[in-house]
């Protein structure tokens, strides 16, 4: 979920290959700003929020706080971010950043729209499934961070640990882990928020300021 680049362009360096692959696409055409930082904060908030409640830190209560979220800046900012990938070219960015807009949109409309047509009793089974299924999709997506940095590969990695326990908890019933994976999903959004502050500081400066760890080839 992030600019990190299987393709040319090398994520978060403010310079070198990134630099290149842009003059490139200057030298084409119309080039857009690298979207990744704006996709990575988007997801980082949204999940922040919602993993406060997860946690049991706030009550859950203002719970409903968290669908604006999910629509305007986790579903709709990061579906552009996706889209803004597919033109650089970044294929592991646009499916990540498309996939987990998708994702908070989904959420939004599963919490507004459809939660309460099924049936109570299945409705923690229910939402377990869908959480479980973006687990699957996180972890393979974590196998192709590993060729990104180590900042994104443990975005990938806490997320899909935080889908799985949540999706255990709903599915069983069990508060307690789904408040563990409340704490998950904060040590996610943390992650997340300190790849996009490095990708940003990084290209405003020119330089690397924060590291983020290229991994090889």
Partial sequence: MESASIGAREPTAGNGAMEEARAM???QGWAPADPGPLGLAAFALTTFVLSMFNADLVSKAGEPVVLGLALGYG????????????????????????????????FWALVTFFAKDIPAAH??????????????????MFVASLRTTAAIAL????????????????????????????WCGLATAAAAWYASFAAVVNSTFGRIVLPVRSLGR
């Fill in 123 to 140: 409705l923690g089974d229910a939402v377990g499934l869908y959480l479980i299924a973006w687990g699957i999709f996180t972890t393979y």
């Fill in 75 to 106: 579903g709709i900012a990061q579906i552009l971010a996706g889209m803004w990938e597919f033109r650089t070219g970044n294929t592991f960015g646009a499916v990540a950043f498309t996939s987990f807009g998708a994702f908070w949109l989904s």
């Fill in 25 to 27: 696409q200057l030298s």
């Fill in 155 to 182: 975005v990938f990695l806490l997320l899909a640990a935080t889908f799985f326990l949540l999706g255990i908890g709903n599915a069983g019933g069990n508060e307690s882990v789904v408040e563990i994976g409340g």
